[in-house]
């Protein structure tokens, strides 16, 4: 499973003193771009340049935690349409469909939650290193995923 | 009475410094819609977002859109009558604030796939500030 993200270099950063933002600010219009969700023949990418990134992760992250039984499922809905992603953990695996695209993706729920740390510990160095106000604010330090910890 | 008098103050005053609270499973009042009632704040910042992400000029994929004409009072309208009138949820996915969704039984917009859309969803933060609010 590939599990990546595109910034968007569209998202008005300039317009918020991320060093103070608080938590709503920072799920919904902060660090936007495009999530990238594939497997080698299937592929739940959502390349809205809108998404943003930070709240996906910690999201999936809070799934995941919560697809620990068999049967197990939880859904993620978009910020900004109906779209979702809908997991479930079946047959020891976690199955990922969408409401916009076609296709299944299984994945070994350890690959799953490797997947998300890659993620978030990408992203977090990423947007730290581009935008230093953010690195201060205290919402974002408080969120420990982005340090490689769930 | 007079004993009960100073009993009853006293539980009055107790009650009030430890609040009243709901059982977990209980349905919040109606009341409580929009944090006790309050109105909600829609800033022009909030209104730019809406416009950028679902007017029906919007380039943004994957997103709902308002259908041709809507303007930015008749905008205000949609999401004053869905949060006084609308479904309430707290967000999902570990997100603050709370979720309006409610039906105008009536094409108001439509959904990412290019379909009729007759309910609107107004996301609202927990200072009962529009996050963003978009037809699905």
């Given at each position: 499973?590939?599990?990546d993200?595109?910034l968007?270099d569209?998202?008005e950063?300039?317009?918020?003193?991320?060093?103070?933002?608080?938590?709503?600010?920072?799920r919904?219009?902060?660090?936007?771009?495009?999530l990238?969700?594939s497997?080698?023949?299937?592929d739940?990418s959502?390349?809205?340049?809108?998404?943003?990134?930070?709240d996906?992760?910690?999201?999936?992250?809070e799934?995941?935690?919560?697809?620990?039984?068999?049967?197990?499922?939880?859904?993620?809905?978009?910020?900004?349409?109906?779209a979702?992603?809908?997991?479930?953990?079946?047959g020891?695996?976690?199955?990922?469909?969408?409401s916009y695209?076609?296709g299944?993706?299984?994945?070994?729920?350890?690959l799953?939650?490797?997947?998300?740390?890659?993620?978030?510990?990408?992203?977090?160095?990423?947007?730290?290193?581009?935008?230093?106000?953010l690195?201060?604010n205290?919402?974002f330090?408080?969120w420990?995923l982005?340090?490689?910890k769930? | 009475?007079?004993?009960?008098r100073?009993?009853?103050i006293?539980?009055?005053?107790?009650?009030?410094?430890?609040?009243?609270?709901?059982?977990?499973?209980?349905?919040?009042?109606?009341?409580?819609?929009?944090d006790?009632?309050q109105?909600?704040?829609?800033s022009?910042?909030?209104?730019?977002?809406?416009q950028?992400?679902?007017?029906?000029?919007?380039?943004?994929?994957?997103?709902?859109?308002?259908?041709?004409?809507?303007?930015?009072q008749s905008?205000?309208?949609?999401?004053?009558?869905?949060?006084?009138?609308?479904?309430s949820r707290?967000?999902?996915?570990?997100?603050?604030?709370?979720?309006?969704?409610?039906d105008?039984?009536?094409?108001?917009?439509?959904?990412?796939n290019?379909?009729?859309?007759?309910?609107l969803?107004?996301?609202?933060?927990s200072?009962?500030?529009?996050?963003?609010?978009f037809p699905?």
């Amino acid at each position: 499973m590939n599990l990546d993200y595109q910034l968007s270099d569209e998202w008005e950063e300039d317009s918020l003193d991320l060093s103070t933002v608080d938590e709503t600010e920072l799920r919904y219009n902060v660090a936007l771009g495009d999530l990238l969700l594939s497997s080698n023949d299937v592929d739940l990418s959502a390349r809205w340049g809108w998404i943003p990134l930070l709240d996906f992760v910690l999201a999936l992250n809070e799934i995941a935690g919560k697809l620990d039984q068999e049967g197990a499922e939880e859904v993620f809905e978009f910020t900004e349409s109906s779209a979702e992603l809908r997991f479930a953990r079946l047959g020891g695996k976690i199955v990922i469909s969408a409401s916009y695209a076609e296709g299944e993706l299984k994945v070994a729920p350890t690959l799953f939650e490797k997947r998300i740390r890659e993620f978030a510990t990408k992203i977090g160095k990423e947007v730290a290193t581009k935008f230093p106000g953010l690195a201060t604010n205290k919402v974002f330090k408080q969120w420990s995923l982005f340090e490689g910890k769930r | 009475m007079r004993l009960l008098r100073p009993w009853l103050i006293s539980f009055v005053l107790l009650a009030s410094f430890f609040g009243v609270s709901y059982p977990a499973s209980a349905q919040r009042p109606a009341s409580a819609r929009a944090d006790a009632g309050q109105q909600i704040i829609i800033s022009e910042r909030t209104i730019h977002h809406i416009q950028d992400r679902h007017w029906p000029d919007s380039p943004a994929q994957g997103a709902g859109k308002y259908s041709p004409g809507i303007t930015v009072q008749s905008l205000r309208d949609l999401i004053n009558e869905a949060v006084a009138n609308g479904r309430s949820r707290s967000n999902t996915n570990g997100r603050p604030g709370r979720i309006y969704e409610y039906d105008f039984g009536r094409p108001i917009g439509t959904t990412i796939n290019g379909n009729p859309a007759s309910r609107l969803r107004v996301v609202v933060n927990s200072r009962n500030q529009v996050v963003t609010a978009f037809p699905i």
